[in-house]
Every structure is written in structure tokens, then in C-alpha cells.
């Protein structure tokens, strides 16, 4: 059986799914008993989710500022 060391080092494999079929039933088995584990686990799930989004926005932001700019280019510029 894992410890809470063990599973902490595999914690993002295991949210990831980048892990075997005993490595997963091992994690899963511990984190029936140990509820510190369950709730980091948790935690780090949503710190992960909450940082793609975040992402994801920046870039979606990033792209319009850029269209904006090549927008607002005079249309003699070499770029148009």
C-alpha cells in the first residue's frame, strides 16, 4: 500500500491519467482510507483547472489586443 509521501510524487500522473492500471488502483486504494490525501488531491485538481483557464483567457485576450493593433494600422502599411 501507498504512503502519503508515495502518492503526493504520483499525485499529478494520477490526475493527469498518465499512469498504469496498478499504479491507479494503488492511489485509489489509499485515497479511500486517508482523507488528507483526498483533499490535497482536491486542491491541487482545482489549482490546475483554475490556472488552464486563467491561460486560456490570457491567450484569447492576447489575440484580440493583436487584432485590435493590426486593425488600427494604416492601410499603406507593408504588414496589409
Known amino acids: 500500500m501507498l504512503n502519503c509521501r508515495e502518492v503526493n ?4 500522473d ?10 491507479w488502483l494503488a492511489v485509489r486504494y489509499h485515497l479511500l482510507i486517508c482523507w488528507t490525501c483526498r483533499r490535497f ?7 490546475r ?5 486563467i491561460r486560456l483567457k ?3 485576450a ?6 485590435q493593433a493590426i486593425a488600427a494600422l494604416p492601410p499603406d502599411h507593408p504588414s496589409q
Not at 510524487?9 to 499529478?12: I, K, L, S, V, Y
Not at 492576447?62 to 487584432?67: G, H, K
Open 9 to 12: 510524487e504520483r499525485a499529478t
Open 49 to 53: 483547472n483554475t490556472l488552464q483557464r
Open 62 to 67: 492576447a489575440v484580440q489586443r493583436i487584432r
Open 58 to 60: 490570457a491567450d484569447e
Open 14 to 23: 494520477y490526475l493527469e491519467r498518465q499512469m498504469g492500471w496498478r499504479g
Open 41 to 47: 488531491l482536491r486542491q491541487l485538481d482545482l489549482t
